[in-house]
């Protein structure tokens, strides 16, 4: 028996290229996290199933099945007829036993293929320090893993699964098959939300994937309260952690961001087999305590909340106190600059708007209308016009819903100055909009029925980077479409 490196389990001195076979070790102190809980199944889709598609099942299980005689006479391709060989131990020259112990899978395998799929495996079997072994350990990747990565090399097929594309993607990373990586890259990023969004960034920046980097930020800056909030972040790194206190551009309370970090102290104790007491919280934050902008809270929050949770020394708590009321303000090691957060970006549709005696009515009816965008977006509310004869107050309830689902839903009040202008209507939190899909926002206006409406509406608005496109929806009942009416404003985060 050999392991990975082509060691012998007895003693061996040979020493391979590093580049081939060094196990990567995802060092974590938590549990590892299934990416079934990161983010939720899809269903896959319906497909007309081939003699081949059939082979790949059974060879899933590693039946072995002994294909008939002239077997390769079936398939007409060299593409199906190696496919035949996945996972089969029909002239096998090498085996791996993948998996942790207790958990291990032995996997037939075809050095000729796999060296012409990964550069790692052709230097690990035709390389200049290559050993004739029959047997490889590779305890740091899941079967299910190496399996999707074999049927990608075998198969030319991309097979990824909720539960098993984090895995999948660290072999693909092991292995040097690019382009099985960047499948599984996509796939976590058209899975991004607010719930595995702090989770996802972990991962990106120890897998070194950038452009998913990037999209977690955007998700996390924009629903910064729906991420700092989730059960995803209390499953982060100490080094995640830090790199999230420090954001400049979260866009939430500092009480929610100073709730969070209590919540991962809490689950950070239990990592580390610690009792959860204060002192033992204020020990696993550390000098990331003083990342959070505690001195920027509202009056309110800092006086029922953070002064009142323990955390904090006296001393600091007085000190605090005093930066809130003295003219003289005593040094403090937190952080007193608030964070910049994000600028909201309005797409107005009308390119003017006007008011008449018969217009506009509302009477608890519904005004909707469909948009699409080309990037993903965060609407964070709506822009609505209000009294064309003098200062009034509305009622607004405002709904976003996509193929009947509501996604987003608040009622609110809102007081306008008997002018033209919009005025800004929100969500509890931002809701994400993927690229490419209508959705519909609509109102239910309360208020002075003299009105502002808008006319001369647009159906493509460039806004920024942001190309918006509108049509009618049948959920308006009072009037309102692309050429006039309501909702004449979106207000959202990009």
């Not at 990331?288 to 309110?300: F, K």
């Not at 965008?373 to 509310?381: E, L, N, S």
């Not at 009947?404 to 209507?425: A, E, H, M, R």
């Not at 502002?452 to 009072?478: A, H, I, R």
Request: glycine fraction near 6%; charged fraction near 20%.
């Amino acid at each position: 028996m050999v392991d990975e490196k082509g060691n012998s389990s007895s003693s061996s001195n040979s020493k391979l290229p590093p580049v081939c076979y060094e196990i990567i070790t995802l060092k974590t102190k938590k549990k590892k996290k299934m990416a079934a809980d990161i983010f939720p199944r899809k269903k896959p889709a319906n497909t007309n199933t081939t003699a081949v598609q059939q082979y790949h099942q059974q060879n899933l299980n590693n039946n072995n099945t002994i294909p008939a005689p002239n077997w390769q006479g079936l398939y007409p391709t060299i593409r199906e007829r190696n496919a035949v060989m996945f996972n089969n131990d029909l002239m096998a020259d090498v085996h791996f036993v993948v998996g942790p112990p207790g958990g291990t899978q032995r996997l037939p395998g075809h050095k000729y293929v796999l060296a012409v799929g990964s550069s790692v495996f052709h230097a690990m079997f035709y390389g200049e320090l290559a050993e004739d072994k029959d047997e490889i350990r590779i305890p740091d990747v899941e079967p299910a893993a190496f399996l999707a990565m074999l049927k990608y090399i075998y198969c030319d097929e991309i097979d990824l699964a909720a539960d098993t594309v984090l895995a999948t993607l660290y072999a693909a990373k092991k292995y040097i098959v690019p382009h099985l990586a960047r499948a599984c890259v996509n796939f976590l990023e058209t899975s991004l939300s607010a719930k595995n969004a702090c989770v996802l960034l972990s991962q990106s920046c120890l897998f070194e994937e950038p452009d998913l980097t990037q999209r977690c930020w955007e998700v996390i800056d924009a629903q910064a309260e729906l991420a700092l909030k989730s059960e995803g972040f209390c499953d982060i790194d100490f080094q995640t952690l830090e790199s999230i206190l420090r954001r400049e551009t979260l866009n939430a309370k500092e009480i929610v961001v100073f709730e969070a970090a209590l919540n991962w102290a809490e689950v950070e104790c239990q990592r580390q087999e610690l009792t959860a007491t204060i002192e033992n919280k204020r020990k696993v934050l550390g000098k990331a305590l003083y990342l959070i902008r505690i001195p920027t809270m509202a009056l309110d929050d800092f006086a029922n909340g953070a002064a009142q949770s323990g955390i904090l020394t006296l001393n600091e708590t007085n000190d605090i106190f005093l930066w809130y009321t003295a003219a003289k303000k005593p040094e403090l090691q937190f952080v007193s600059k608030p964070r910049k957060g994000l600028v909201p970006q309005r797409c107005h549709r009308f390119q003017s708007c006007a008011y008449r005696s018969n217009q506009w009515r509302y009477r608890g009816r519904c005004d909707s209308i469909q948009f699409a965008v080309d990037k993903r977006v965060f609407i964070a509310g709506f822009g609505l016009y209000g009294s064309s004869c003098g200062s009034a107050e509305y009622s607004a309830k405002i709904e976003l819903k996509r193929q009947g689902v509501i996604l987003g839903q608040n009622l609110s009040k809102y007081f306008s100055d008997g002018s033209s202008n919009t005025f800004p209507v929100w969500f509890e939190y931002p809701v994400q909009i993927e690229p490419d899909t209508f959705y519909t926002a609509s109102v239910i206006l309360d208020g002075n029925e003299l009105s502002y409406f808008g006319q001369e509406g647009m159906t493509e608005v460039q806004c920024g980077k942001v190309t918006v496109q509108f049509q009618c929806s049948s959920d308006s009942t009072n009037g309102t479409g692309v050429q006039g009416g309501q909702i004449p404003e979106l207000i959202f985060y990009a």
